[in-house]
């Protein structure tokens, strides 16, 4: 079956600017969504369609994805953006989360 | 608004059936864009998609869960379900539901906390 992965924490300063990777075997074929997931809330959708933000996510949050690698990019990184993050792939009979990446902003 | 809420026990007892019920609100479940998902997180740990389920009864589950799993939807009740069998400690996991368009899960319930214990 399918897999993706992800790094296990990304460290960053406030201000800078932070990637996540997700990884898998010709990733660019397919649809990449990401995750932010803080502590004692369910998951938010940040990134859909690799590169697509919904309302109401700030415009620091980008995506891309080539190859073999989705990439997740935190412009001008804040506090409120340490969490967890985490990428998710698709098929057409099944759907695979990376293991989550740790950020935190320090 | 979408809006979805898990309902069931918070505690099974190891080799029992794990029921749980997601009820659905300001959306339908026969709208042909959407599946509706199952996904859990087992505690300090990632997220699992379990399976999803679509209104004309397709299922599609994770492999290594398929056996056990069983996902179905009430569009007269606005509700979908999961049932899980023969369930052990490393069940123990908050479970969500979750809106499912494929490439995304766009509208999540806040989850609910199942402990397999005796």
């Known amino acids: 079956s399918y897999e993706v992965t992800q790094p296990p924490s990304v460290s960053v300063s406030p201000g800078q600017a932070a990637s996540i990777t997700c990884s898998g075997d010709?990733?660019?074929?397919?649809?990449v969504s990401w995750y932010q997931q803080r502590p004692g809330q369910s998951p938010l959708l940040v990134i859909f369609q690799d590169t697509k933000r919904p309302s109401g996510i700030p415009e620091r949050f980008s995506g891309s994805n080539s190859g073999n690698t989705a990439t997740l990019t935190i412009s001008g990184t804040q506090t409120v953006d340490e969490a967890d993050y985490y990428c998710?792939?698709?098929?057409?009979?099944?759907?695979?989360f990376g293991g989550g990446t740790k950020l935190t902003v320090l | 608004q979408v809006q979805l809420q898990e309902s069931g026990p918070g505690l099974v007892r190891p080799s029992e059936t794990l029921s749980l019920t997601c009820t659905v609100s300001g959306g339908s479940l026969y709208d042909s864009l959407y599946f509706w998902a199952w996904i859990r997180q087992a505690p300090g740990k990632g997220l699992e998609w379990i399976g999803s389920g679509y209104y004309t009864g397709d299922t599609y589950y994770k492999p290594s869960l398929k056996s056990r799993v069983t996902i179905s939807l009430d569009t007269s009740k606005s509700q979908f379900s999961l049932k899980l069998r023969s369930v052990t400690a490393a069940d123990t996991a908050v479970y969500y539901c979750a809106r499912d368009q494929e490439e995304k899960f766009d509208y999540w319930g806040r989850g609910t906390l199942v402990t397999v214990s005796s």
């Open positions: 010709k990733l660019s074929d397919r649809y």
């Open positions: 998710q792939a698709w098929d057409s009979t099944t759907r695979v």
